[in-house]
């Protein structure tokens, strides 16, 4: 690259550089009143409150203690509105699928199929009534099994993409816990998932959340055995996930 | 180690507009930018205490920005939406005739930035726009700092040989 171009594209840079714009002001409160909802200091913190634009919001302190009850009841009213009006503008028009692997047993074909209506969310409560369908299973997979054994194998297209949604709610389930910073839910609900499906078409998903999850609650040790296994098992793509569990658990 | 736990409220105030900009230079979709962002302060938030306040902040979440977004990348790999279009990452494709000049340079780099390895993007991102040290950027991105530079020089060698190219499609856009 000659010393003109390599100019040429540092002044580039610096144009696109300048491209950085303010976030929008609507997406900015929408996460701020998401992660209010997650983070209590974010709405205990003065300088979490008035800021939308960036600039420090400043209370006079005669009233400050009257204003800041006053900001925070409006904070939280204005966090409510704004999660209902983004859940009723934002509800989603289609959902994700994992791509599933071919390896794995009929041992989480047991747990049976879940409806498929239940199955667009990732939200802990609505991963609990997963749970709760899971466990009715059974029951429902019942009267709906000569439909669905009749025509195809229990690897029909159907059975695994129910299985697998089954499997994607717990781990949303466990991957929710460990992003709210509670990695002992988290692994509890790992440990629900491995024992439903030993052989699960997520495992290495799984996998990696454990090893996230128990360098979290502070067992070094169990947590680098876990990630030895797993780079035992295969090459992933997880692996540098994985890695970087290790290397910032102390 | 810091003693005291930083304000994630001062740091949301400080650093929204960093990370949503990093993010959507690392080249995630518009559609996605607002969720990752919310991901990014959720895991810093869970990883306050372990920040230590000697460092400076910047590159601290820049590393938590590029792994959300390299995450990210690698999940959208193993989807896709059932009623939607693919997930992509975005790389613009403006026919060049309709672009001002400026915008013209702009649209340039975007697409040339589009063209890079993600990893060698990263580094470019990071230390000539964001302007984060590249010693900086190995420790966050947990990388030898050899091999943050040679990505660095790597990618500034494909972005020219990118550029060239593009400037000279533009050029024949206009001419016809």
Known sequence: MSESESNRNTVLLDAWRDDGMPAPADARARVRARLALAIPEMQRNPSALGRAGGAPARLPSARGATLTRGALTMFVAGAVTGMTVYATWMTPTSRVVYVDRPAHTGADVAAGPTPVASIASATPADSRIAKEEASLAPSIARPLAPVSVAHKSPRSTSSRTSTLDAERRLLDDARASLIQGNPDRALSCLENYRKRYPQGILAEEADTMRVEALAGVGRPDDARRAAEEFSLRAPSIYAPTVESAISTSP | ?176
């Open chain 2, 1 to 176: 180690m810091s003693a005291t736990r930083p304000d994630i409220g001062a740091i949301f105030d400080e650093y929204f507009d960093f990370v949503w900009n990093t993010l959507r230079r690392l080249g995630v979709r518009s559609d996605d930018i607002e969720d990752l962002a919310h991901e990014v302060f959720l895991k810093l938030n869970a990883r306050l205490s372990d920040y230590d306040s000697s460092r400076p902040l910047r590159p601290w979440i820049a590393g938590f920005v590029f792994r959300v977004a390299a995450d990210h990348r690698r999940l959208a790999r193993h989807r896709f939406e059932v009623y939607g279009k693919t997930v992509e990452f975005e790389a613009p494709a403006v026919p060049a005739d309709e672009r001002l000049q400026v915008e013209d340079e702009r649209s340039i780099v975007r697409e040339a930035l589009a063209a890079l390895d993600f990893d060698r993007r990263a580094v470019l991102v990071l230390h000539d726009v964001d302007e984060v040290p590249v010693p900086s950027i190995a420790a966050e991105l947990g990388i030898p700092l050899n091999t943050a530079y040679s990505r660095l020089r790597l990618a500034r060698e494909e972005l020219a040989t990118a550029v060239k190219r593009l400037r000279r499609r533009s050029e024949e856009v206009c001419r016809v």
